[in-house]
Structures are given as structure tokens and as C-alpha cells.
């Protein structure tokens, strides 16, 4: 039973209520997080970090007057519970509920959606600057993680900060935490300021301080205090240099004292950063034993933490397989963007620890990175999710393919990644790749095939990109690994009336289409096209000559897609037939299940038979079988 909770379905009904009080309903957030999550899955450890911090703004300022944004957002749960979205918490991130990140569309409160990192501090001076032309007297209040401060976007931003606005709350939310260990001088910088001693002492004197006399006294004390000891310790804080006052580090889980800073900086007359130190998944023991903290996760036990054991998944065989093949080719090295165990990469890491690299959450860095090894001789591999890949796409043009570069991508998440949304699904990626010049753009449709498109990459001497989704792989028999013909499809089935092709992991559908069609009479050819770019040309162009219609499947947006490519081919040499292209809408695709949302839009067996099948009864085609 959570009394206070149950109260709750809007920020004024924290507005009133004592220290004690919001330290029991901090509690009771705490507890229905974590049983809650335990059915749905979510992001349990950030947002256990910061439900202090969500109480202590949302009892100071005012939302949605005053606006709060979070970098990536996948730490708002206590925000969306604050906000009146309590009682409908449990759809979190399930079909029809609520999107896991901040939404427009979803609340009043949600002022910017996010879902990628570093795009909070932008948004935030964007907003701040837009009050001020207006006239406005509103706070903006931006809480970015440590890690979010390792993407060059933060930094961007906070060039441009103290220029171009007098009023800004910026709250760093440390907890020395990406979804792995923070990484590179940023982290280093923040733990070094964090372990200080004698911040430590002034964490003790200004937790002492605020608790007797509290409010602004208070945090003037502590602010002098610091000042003091930056003078001894640190010449110039980082973001003092920004042109943005520095106040900290504190506890992030100290509500009283929160409250009386947050009401502090509301008076500052310039733009402040707030240093708080926070625990993820605190309150959660398996949370804190765990090395991942328990970033995003599916259901799991809420009492031990444990989750379902599940099948080996792509990532996996795209590590393991990487492993080994580095084994045999010492060119080998591996790029991460803060995403080890998300790619498997932390799988590769400790078999080759000095070919591995995780640069933060930095995706332009990273495929710049790759293109200065591979002048010099090295193959590097960015092991980067399709989505995240997009913040990319100019250095893949302009630093990779336009040196011809051999660097490889290999795109985790290609395709409908589920439950985090429109902002995390992989379906533009053979539009963004396909018109590069030199680049080879593959898609296995298994894991065996993953394993001969890794090797075929490394004897290329341009870029190349392998697409593979999320999820179990297919479960085929282990065989070694070959070298692809580039450009050659795999024909598995001949047929003269339709040829149906499945890319990638949708070649299931594409066998399931041929085998109903060939039921009913007709001759269906089944294609694996293997690559994207360069297409096979000649079996398409050898099966337009004889077949009535093509059906091509694929997990992407129909838009520049594999199935355009296959229109494209068919333009070139006059050729009319038809192409059914299974594949997503030109829409952004909600968060949901795989296969309710296949079905929803239409990428189902029965949807393209239903569309192929008039063209093959209507072309003069009559049933091979007689009777
Ligand atoms: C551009 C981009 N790259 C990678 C990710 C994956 N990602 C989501 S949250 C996260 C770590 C964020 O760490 P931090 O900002 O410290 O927040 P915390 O989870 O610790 O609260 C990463 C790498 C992302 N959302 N966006
Ligand atoms: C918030 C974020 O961007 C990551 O935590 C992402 O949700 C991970 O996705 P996967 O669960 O597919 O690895
Ligand atoms: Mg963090």
C-alpha cells in the first residue's frame, strides 16, 4: 500500500506536503518503480537515480510552466508518475501506453522528446532563448547524465550557453554510469571532482548547514565554502569556463537539500550548473551488485533481479564471430559508442582488449576515429545500432567512403527494435546508406551469413554495412565462415511466375509467401539478395523477363528501401512488372511488439499475398495444375 502515492496525480499534490513526507514517498516511488518494471521491463536504474531529483524539481518549480527536459529521457518514469500518468504506469512502454521516453504527444509536461543522448542542453538554451525574445519569466531546467556530457552535442551547447542567455538550470546527474562505465578524460574529470576530499568535507558542512538553517544562507555558505576550496583545488572548474556557475557536487538523494538549492538557483542571474551525485538503481540490491546497473531490461524477478535466460542473440554472434576472426587477422579493431554490452562487444573486449575501443556516446567521433586507423592499415569495425548510426551519416560520406575507406559497420538494431519507439527503431538506414557511392550494404539472413558478410568485408578495400535486428538469432548449424561473390544473390528456389525476395532476417516470410503461392498453383522463384548495394542486377533482370510480379520483404521504410532499389533496376531496362514492396510505411512507427506491429502495418505474409496474388491471377498466368 503506498498512502502517499495514491494521492498523488498532479505536482500540486507534492506542493504541500512536509520533509518527511516526501522521503516516504520518495520510498513508495522507489518500490512501485521496481515492482512495477518487474513486469513491463524498462530503464530500472536510471531512473532510480533520479527520483529524488524529480521530486525535489517538480516541489520547487512549476511544470509545465516552468520546462523539464531530459537528456535521452529514458529517466523519466518519476516525472511521468508525478505528472498524472501514475494510474497508467504499468503500460509503460507496452502497446498502446506509455513511451518510455518523454513524449510531446503523450503530456503537457513532456515539453521535448528525446531518445538519443547529448540533445537535451540544446533544447533546453533553445527554449531559454525563445523566453527571453518572448519576454518570458519561466525557468528551464536541463538534466543531462555524466555520460550525456560525453557527446559533442553537450558540448555544442554549452559553448553557446552563457552567450546567448542569462537563465538556464543546467543538473548534471552523475552517477559515474553510461549503460557500462562512464569513459574518457570527461568521466575521469567528473570522478576526480566527486572523490576530492575536501569536497567531501563540504558535502558533510553544507549537508550540516542546510539541515539547521537551511535556504538560501545556506546554499551561500556552501557556495563560498567552494569557492574557497575551487581556489585551493581546481584553478578553473570546467564549466565555470562555460560562463555557467558551478554549484557542487551534491547528494542527489538528499531531498531537504535539493529543495533549498533548487529554490537558490531560481534566484541566479546567471546561467547555473547543479553538480548531483547520484546511485543507479539505488534502493534495488541486484541493481547495485550487477556491473550494468540495470540500465534497460526486460521483465525480471523483483526480488533477485534475474531476468529470463534467452537464445544466443545477433549481437552475440556478431561478437564472437568478430573474436575470431581477430584472431586470425591482426587488422582487426572494434568501436563502440557506449554501447558495449548493447552490440556484445563486451564480449570481444576481454579476448582482444587492446583492439577494443568505446569512445562514449560519441557516434561521429567514433567513425572519424575508425577512418584515421584505417589509413593507417587497420580494418576498424563500428559496431553502432542503426539508429544511432544517423548521427553519423556526414562522416561516413565525407571522412570514409569519400577516402574509400575500408572501415566496416556493422548496424545492431536494424529494423523494428520494439519497445523504446519511433525513436530507437533501425529503418532508415538502407536509405541513408544506399545512395553512397563505394559503399556495400548487406543484410544476412542468419548467422551463419553474418559471419561470411564480416569476412567479406574485410577483403574489401571500400566502406561496407551489415544490417542485422535485435533479437535471437535464427538457430542454424554452426559452419565456417566464406568469402560472398559482392553483388550475387542466392537463388533458393527457381520459379516462372513470381519471384519473391526476403531480405535479411525476412526471408522467413519469403519462403512462407513462395510456399502458399506454390500451393495454389503457381511457380515461385525465392530469392536471398544478400546485398543491398551493389544489387544483383542480373537475377533480376533475368527473372523480369519471365516471372508476372516481384514481392520484395524487408524491415525498413519502404522509402529509398531494398524493394526501391529493385524498382530501380527495373526502370533501367524498361521493364513493367510489377513490385510488391512489404515494408514499413512512410510514418514513424510507434513502440510495440514485433509482430502486432508487422501485422498492424501490413508486413505479413497474408498482406502481400493479398496483393500479389490479383496480379498473377489477372497477368494470363493460369494454375500449372490442372483441374
Ligand atoms: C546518440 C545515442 N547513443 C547511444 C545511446 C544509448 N544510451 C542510452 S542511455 C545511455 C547512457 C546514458 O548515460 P547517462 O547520460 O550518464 O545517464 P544515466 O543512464 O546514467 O542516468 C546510452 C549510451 C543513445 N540513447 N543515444
Ligand atoms: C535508452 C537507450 O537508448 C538504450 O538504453 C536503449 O534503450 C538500449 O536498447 P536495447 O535494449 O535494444 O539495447
Ligand atoms: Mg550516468
Not at 563560498?224 to 570546467?238: H, I, N, T, V
Not at 542466392?490 to 510456399?515: K, R, T, Y
Not at 511488439?593 to 498492424?600: C, G, I, N, P, Y
Request: with cysteine.
Amino acid at each position: 500500500m503506498a498512502a502517499l502515492l495514491d494521492s498523488i496525480n498532479s505536482p500540486a499534490d507534492i506542493k504541500h506536503l512536509n520533509p518527511a513526507q516526501l522521503a516516504t514517498l520518495a520510498e513508495e516511488i522507489r518500490e512501485f518503480l521496481i515492482q512495477s518494471l518487474a513486469k513491463t521491463g524498462g530503464h530500472l536504474g536510471p531512473n532510480l537515480g533520479v527520483v529524488e531529483l524529480t521530486l525535489a524539481m517538480h516541489y520547487v518549480f512549476n511544470s509545465p510552466q516552468d520546462k523539464f527536459l531530459f537528456d535521452v529521457s529514458h529517466q523519466v518514469y518519476t516525472h511521468k508518475i508525478l505528472t498524472g500518468r501514475r494510474e497508467q504506469f504499468g503500460t509503460i512502454r507496452q502497446p498502446g501506453g506509455l513511451n518510455g521516453f518523454m513524449l510531446r504527444t503523450e503530456c503537457e509536461h513532456d515539453c521535448y522528446g528525446a531518445g538519443h543522448a547529448g540533445t537535451a542542453l540544446s533544447a533546453a538554451l533553445g527554449m531559454a532563448v525563445a523566453r527571453d525574445l518572448a519576454g518570458g519569466t519561466e525557468d528551464i531546467v536541463a538534466v543531462a547524465g555524466d555520460a550525456a556530457f560525453t557527446n559533442g552535442i553537450s558540448f555544442e551547447a554549452l559553448n553557446n550557453i552563457a552567450d546567448q542567455t542569462k537563465k538556464l538550470i543546467v543538473v548534471l546527474n552523475d552517477n559515474e554510469w553510461s549503460i557500462d562505465r562512464n569513459v574518457g578524460a570527461i568521466a575521469r574529470y567528473f570522478h576526480k571532482v566527486v572523490t576530492n576530499e575536501h569536497y567531501q568535507q563540504l558535502h558533510r558542512l553544507s549537508k550540516r548547514v542546510v539541515e539547521k538553517i537551511g535556504g538560501k544562507t545556506a546554499v551561500n555558505v556552501m557556495r563560498r565554502a567552494e569557492e574557497a576550496a575551487k581556489g585551493m583545488l581546481w584553478p578553473s572548474m570546467l564549466f565555470e569556463e562555460f560562463g555557467l556557475d558551478y554549484y557542487g557536487p551534491v547528494d542527489g538523494h538528499n531531498l531537504p537539500l535539493l529543495i533549498e538549492t533548487f529554490k537558490f538557483l531560481k534566484t541566479a542571474e546567471r546561467p547555473v550548473l547543479l553538480h548531483v551525485l547520484t546511485q543507479k538503481g539505488r534502493g534495488f540490491q541486484p541493481a547495485l551488485d550487477l556491473t550494468k546497473k540495470f540500465h534497460g531490461l526486460g521483465p525480471y524477478d523483483p526480488e533477485t533481479g534475474k531476468t529470463a535466460a534467452g537464445q544466443q542473440t545477433w549481437s552475440e554472434a556478431f561478437a564472437t564471430t568478430l573474436a575470431e576472426l581477430a584472431n586470425m587477422d591482426s587488422r582487426i579493431v572494434a568501436i563502440t559508442a557506449a554501447m558495449p554490452n548493447g552490440t556484445g562487444l563486451d564480449l570481444f573486449r576481454p579476448i582482444h582488449p587492446k583492439r577494443y575501443f568505446d569512445v562514449g556516446i560519441a557516434e561521429e567521433h567514433a567513425v572519424i576515429f575508425a577512418a584515421g586507423m584505417a589509413t593507417r592499415g587497420f580494418r576498424p569495425v563500428c559496431a553502432i545500432y542503426s539508429t544511432f548510426l544517423q548521427r553519423a551519416f556526414d562522416p561516413i560520406v565525407h571522412d570514409v567512403a569519400l577516402q574509400k575507406l575500408p572501415v566496416v559497420f556493422c548496424m545492431d538494431r536494424a529494423g523494428l527494435s520494439g519497445d523504446d519507439g519511433p525513436t530507437h527503431h533501425g529503418l532508415f538506414d538502407i536509405a541513408y546508406l544506399r545512395g553512397i557511392p563505394d559503399m556495400v550494404l548487406m543484410a544476412p539472413k542468419d548467422e551463419n551469413e553474418l559471419a561470411d558478410m564480416m569476412k567479406t568485408s574485410f577483403t574489401l578495400e571500400g566502406p561496407s554495412a551489415i544490417r542485422y535486428p535485435r533479437g535471437p538469432v535464427v538457430g542454424v548449424q554452426k559452419r565456417p565462415a566464406q568469402v560472398l561473390p559482392v553483388g550475387k544473390a542466392e537463388v533458393l528456389a527457381d520459379g516462372s511466375d513470381v519471384a519473391v525476395l526476403g531480405l535479411g532476417h525476412m526471408m522467413p516470410l519469403a519462403l512462407e509467401l513462395a510456399a502458399r503461392l506454390e500451393g495454389e498453383g503457381y511457380s515461385a522463384a525465392v530469392i536471398n539478395p544478400r546485398f543491398i548495394k551493389p544489387i544483383d542486377r542480373d537475377t533480376i533482370i533475368r527473372y523480369a523477363e519471365r516471372v508476372s510480379a516481384f514481392v520484395t520483404f524487408e524491415d525498413h521504410v519502404k522509402m529509398g528501401g531494398f524493394g526501391s532499389a529493385v524498382l530501380e533496376v527495373l526502370e533501367e531496362v524498361g521493364s513493367k512488372v510489377p513490385v510488391v514492396r512489404v515494408a514499413w510505411p512512410d510514418q514513424f512507427i510507434e513502440h510495440g511488439k514485433v509482430d502486432a506491429l508487422r501485422k498492424k502495418y501490413g508486413l505479413t505474409v497474408e498482406a502481400a499475398h493479398d496483393q500479389v496474388f490479383p496480379m498473377l491471377t489477372s497477368r494470363r498466368r493460369s494454375p500449372l495444375l490442372a483441374g
